[in-house]
């Protein structure tokens, strides 16, 4: 590459970000960001990298959508026999970060995962359009396949399957939820002065903090 990486830069002016701004409540502040972000980031707002490990201490992340966010916690929706859902069954800790650039924002959030229940999974799965309903029965995900026509061929079988039907949710595809015990919001500001507030979940209260940038 002849591109000179260390020019690309921008220095970041939108909001600050003061503890009394920020509250004693992270789910409320998300929730606000969140919003924000649905208005002013047009292009999916929702996604944010998931972080997961494996059984060999391996970090791994890729994008996914956020689907809700409720008293138990954030939850996403994928097939159980994926990559990323072997890893949460070897080890169920995981974090989520959301990027909104255009206003300078990030939230990283840290806990521990688990299975929606099967309901949650079923009645979200219905919600779906049919093309994504019958792609989640189609792909085997993350197994290796010959070439683009054999997920196409199995995709076209199964819309003959259930043509004319409902498109039942798979046994192996469903939703999970982490639920927090760490939070940061990071807020960008002029001259790399970012601010940095933190939650730590401590009982049924949230601890919150100033980190450096």
């Known amino acids: 590459m002849n591109r000179d990486l260390h020019s690309i830069r921008r220095d970041y002016q939108f909001d600050d970000l ?61 097939n159980y026999d994926s990559e990323k859902g072997q890893q949460l069954m070897q080890n169920n800790q995981a974090c989520m970060t959301f990027f909104w650039p255009a206003l300078s924002r990030q939230i990283r959030i840290e806990g521990t995962i688990e299975k929606v229940a099967r309901d949650v999974s079923e009645t979200y799965f219905a919600s779906r359009p049919r093309g994504s309903q019958l792609a989640a029965r189609t792909s085997q995900q993350s197994t290796v396949i010959d070439n683009r026509g054999v997920l196409q061929k ?11 039907q409902n498109v039942p949710c798979p ?43």
């Not at 919003?35 to 929702?46: E, G, L, S, V, W």
């Open 171 to 213: 046994d192996n595809w469903g939703g999970y939820v982490l639920k927090p015990t760490f939070i940061e919001f990071w807020q960008g500001r002029p001259s790399r002065l970012h601010d940095r507030i933190c939650f730590t979940q401590k009982d049924d209260d949230w601890l919150r903090a100033r980190k450096a940038p």
């Open 18 to 78: 003061l503890e009394d701004q920020a509250g004693n409540d992270p789910l409320a502040l998300f929730d606000t960001w969140l919003a924000k972000a649905i208005d002013a980031c047009p292009d999916d707002p929702t996604a944010m990298t998931l972080s997961t490990v494996d059984s060999g201490g391996r970090p791994h992340a890729r994008v996914v959508l956020l689907k809700q966010r409720n008293e138990l916690g954030f939850s996403f929706f994928t």
């Open 154 to 164: 199995a995709f076209e079988n199964e819309e003959l399957t259930f043509e004319d």
